[in-house]
């Protein structure tokens, strides 16, 4: 089943409001990696069609940034509108192109829709503060100003929503954008534009630039007229990329996955926590930069949650993620599946006992695409490679803890900060886990996945580098503070010095 071909299947770069060739015209392929049918050919673009790009962004940010903010949020509510419309052929397209099952790319997609949609709403808020002076006859206020040009670095995890989650607050802010794709889900980002122009954003607002990251991602991030970066992807990535935005002294945003823990104590409801440890660990095949790849249960429920959990993952279906019964669908390339078995292989000869899968699914036609069953690790040592390094598949290691303090070092004894869950019905160990765990989100009672678009997303430590996507947060990365002082006194007021004719306490 194809739900490809209402297009050519040769797509472009949008730039300036116009879809174009790259230069040289060299292309690349996509695949499904599900079946490895062939999907698309996309541009390989270089330095010089990134050059356009920002050139392009560049001059429509002088337009863009005056646009009132209310008319900027109207376009995109529009998007998010056109977003719902078409909520189901998006997943239907994801599904083939990055190959999660279809319920799971029907909450990408809605995860862009609700973003869009809070962020349209900003247009009528971007607050900022007014606070009263120590002068008399003298105003103060501060308020948020746009940047500038955008270059935004996705993922191909959630193809939909983590552009969404970029650019929204980007343009909402007046801030213009270059998008540059990750090369395994470039349709899905294409769609993503054709609804910004659909929607009537005017040219080159937001702009599209295909090809690898070593060419047109590191131009883009050492370009002098970009000023802000946001990239989320991998942690040596993310360095490279914070030492190509240094000498430009950028603001750089960074989320960089995560090695999320759900620890599962002796009061906790065990059937529960399976489902819970099953929807984070085995969604999206385990690439989420929130899958829970560790679970530090308490040495008295260790057992029982074991053969629960292993028992349901052995029932899991591995398939096309556009059939029904499929739980699981395939990784996203070769490289993937070659790097998730050799962390098997790496947990099998660092002692630990692997509980269930471990291994490469090619029965029934499996063969054709990128499979591996859900895998678990038992006996884990909170030292030990798997349970240190982030995996991106569907591997979750299990480690034993005494009590809440060894369960909460464990979990914190790791370089990432993402995401964290306790499952209990103590609330005081429940309060002790909301305050000690060093991540940027923590759940109770639920998986490790799950941020709503309100809240702020991203990690401590080694996940980024402070700064957050989603909710108010991503105001303060998409516009710098302004501070404005207004005498309306007639004479001279000198701040810290006039200020003393008034009585101090
Ligand atoms: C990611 O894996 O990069 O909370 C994002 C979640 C999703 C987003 C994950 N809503 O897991």
Redesign the pocket.
């Known amino acids: 089943m194809a739900l490809f071909g209402t297009k050519t299947t040769t797509y472009r770069n949008y730039i300036g409001g116009e879809w174009v060739d790259a230069a040289g015209g060299k292309t690349f392929e996509t695949k499904n990696p599900a079946t490895g049918e062939a999907l698309g050919v996309f541009p390989s673009s270089r330095a010089e069609d990134m050059d356009k790009a920002v050139e392009a962004a560049k001059d429509a940010y002088e337009h863009w940034r005056l646009v009132p903010a209310p008319k900027r949020g109207e376009i995109l509510f529009r998007v998010a509108k056109l977003f719902a419309e078409r909520k189901d052929d998006l997943a239907g397209e994801m599904t083939q192109e990055m190959g999660k099952v279809r319920p799971e790319a029907a909450?990408d997609v809605q995860?862009a829709i609700d973003m869009t949609y809070y962020m349209a709403g900003e247009g009528r808020r971007l607050f900022g503060h007014t606070t009263p002076s120590e002068l008399r006859d003298k105003f103060m206020m501060s308020t948020r100003n746009p940047v500038g040009v955008v270059g935004a670095i996705t993922?191909w995890?959630?193809p939909i929503?983590?552009p969404s989650w970029k650019i929204a607050p980007a343009l909402v802010c007046g801030n213009t954008v270059v998008l540059k794709p990750a090369e395994d889900t470039p349709l899905l980002a294409e769609r993503f534009v054709e609804i910004f122009e659909e929607a009537g954003l005017p040219p080159g607002v937001l702009n599209i630039v295909h090809g690898t990251g070593e060419t047109v991602g590191a131009h883009l991030v050492r370009h002098p007229d970009v000023p802000l970066i946001s990239f989320?992807g991998s942690r040596e990535v993310g360095i490279q990329v914070t030492q190509n935005a240094a000498p430009l002294l950028k603001h750089v945003h960074l989320?960089l996955?995560g090695k999320n823990a759900i620890i599962v104590m002796d009061d906790a409801d065990i059937d529960l926590t399976v489902e819970g440890v099953l929807w984070s660990a085995f969604g999206?095949s385990g690439q989420?930069?929130?899958?829970a790849s560790r679970v530090i249960a308490h040495e008295r429920v260790y057992d029982e949650l074991r053969s629960k959990l292993v028992g349901r993952a052995e029932k899991m279906q591995l398939g096309n993620g556009l059939d029904e019964e499929t739980d699981v669908g395939p990784v996203i390339n070769q490289a993937a599946l070659d790097k998730i078995h050799s962390y098997t292989e790496i947990g099998k000869s660092e002692g630990a006992t692997l509980e269930t899968g471990g291994e490469v699914a090619t029965e029934s036609g499996l063969d054709k695409g990128f499979f591996y069953r859900p895998t678990v690790f038992g006996d884990v040592e909170p030292g030990m490679r798997i349970a240190q390094e982030e995996i991106f598949g569907p591997t979750t290691a299990l480690i034993r803890a005494n009590d809440i303090d060894e369960a909460i070092r464990t979990a914190n004894g790791i370089p990432f900060g993402l995401?964290s869950s306790i499952f209990t019905r103590d609330v005081n160990k429940a309060f002790r886990a909301m305050r000690d765990l060093n991540a940027g989100i923590t759940y109770i009672n639920a998986g490790?996945?799950?941020?709503?678009v309100h809240l702020p997303?991203g990690g401590t430590k080694g996940t980024g580098n402070g700064h957050r996507e989603a909710g108010q947060a991503a105001l303060d990365f998409y516009t710098e503070w302004k501070s404005i002082y207004v005498d309306y006194s007639g004479k001279l007021q000198r701040a810290q010095i006039d200020a003393m004719d008034s009585p101090t306490p």
């Open positions: 909450g995860e993922p995890n959630f929503a983590i989320t989320e996955g999206t989420r930069c929130t899958a995401s490790t996945t799950g941020a709503e997303f």
